[in-house]
C-alpha cells in the first residue's frame, strides 16, 4: 500500500507540473506565453495572448491531469482506504510548481477543477455554474476563479465533508495566494476583464461619460 501511495503522489505531481498553456503556446504557436499578457501559463493568459482555440485546449488539459490524478485511487482498487483528493492534491501542487518550469506554473484553478471532477461531479457542476455566473457578473475571471473555490470550502464545511474542507481550504489559501496581485488590482478597479458580462458593460459606460 506505502509503495502505491509514493507511486500515486509522484504520478500526480507529474501531471500537474505538465505546463500546458507553456508547451501549446511553444509548439503550436511558437511563442513563449510567459512573455506574454499577465506571464501566467493558464487558461486565462491562453485565451488572451494566443485565441479562444488554444485557451480552450489548455483549460481542458489542465482539467483533464487534475481528474487524471485523482482517479488514481479508483484505478489502483483502494479508493475507499486512500481518498482521491489527498492524490489529486499533488497535481495542483505541481501545476503550481511544475518540475518542467523551474518550478514556476500556473494558479491552479482548473487543475483543482479537474481533482474536484474526479471526486464529485455533482459538487464540480456546482462549481462551473458558480464560476460562470460570477465570470457574467464580474467579468473578471480572477474574481469567479476565487470565488468559485471558496465557494466550495464553504459547501463542503456546510455538508460535513471533512477532507474535502481540508483540501479546499488548502487550495483556497493556495489560489489566494497566487492570486494576490489581481486581488490589489480588483479593489483599486484596475483589474483586466473578458470582453463580455456586466462588469464590462459597466466599465465601459463609465469610460464612455468621460
Not at 506571464?39 to 480552450?56: M, Q, S
Not at 487550495?171 to 489566494?176: G, K, M, P, W
Not at 483599486?188 to 468621460?210: A, D, I, P
Request: charged content about 10%.
Amino acid at each position: 500500500m506505502t509503495l502505491k501511495i509514493i507511486v500515486m503522489v509522484v504520478v500526480a505531481y507529474l501531471l500537474g507540473s505538465i505546463p500546458s498553456g507553456l508547451w501549446i503556446g511553444r509548439f503550436f504557436y511558437h511563442k513563449d506565453i510567459r512573455q506574454l499578457g499577465s506571464g501566467n501559463i493558464g487558461t486565462t493568459n491562453t485565451f488572451r495572448t494566443l485565441g479562444p482555440k488554444a485557451g480552450v485546449v489548455v483549460l481542458f488539459m489542465d482539467i483533464f491531469k487534475g481528474t487524471l490524478a485523482a482517479c488514481q485511487p479508483y484505478f489502483w482498487g483502494i479508493s475507499t482506504s486512500v481518498n482521491p483528493l489527498l492524490i489529486g492534491l499533488f497535481a495542483s501542487l505541481g501545476h503550481t510548481a511544475s518540475i518542467f518550469d523551474h518550478f514556476h506554473g500556473g494558479k491552479a484553478v482548473a487543475t483543482s477543477a479537474g481533482i474536484l471532477l474526479a471526486y464529485n461531479p455533482p459538487l464540480f457542476g456546482i462549481a462551473c455554474l458558480i464560476f460562470i455566473l460570477t465570470l457574467v457578473l464580474t467579468s473578471m475571471a480572477s474574481c469567479a476563479s476565487i470565488i468559485g473555490i471558496t465557494s466550495i470550502f464553504i459547501i463542503a464545511i456546510f455538508i460535513h465533508d471533512w477532507i474535502l474542507t481540508l483540501v479546499a481550504g488548502f487550495l483556497t489559501l493556495v489560489v489566494l495566494n497566487r492570486h494576490r496581485s489581481n486581488i490589489s488590482r480588483i479593489f483599486s478597479g484596475k483589474e483586466s476583464m473578458v470582453n463580455f458580462g456586466l462588469g464590462y458593460y459597466l466599465r465601459q459606460r463609465h469610460q464612455n461619460k468621460k
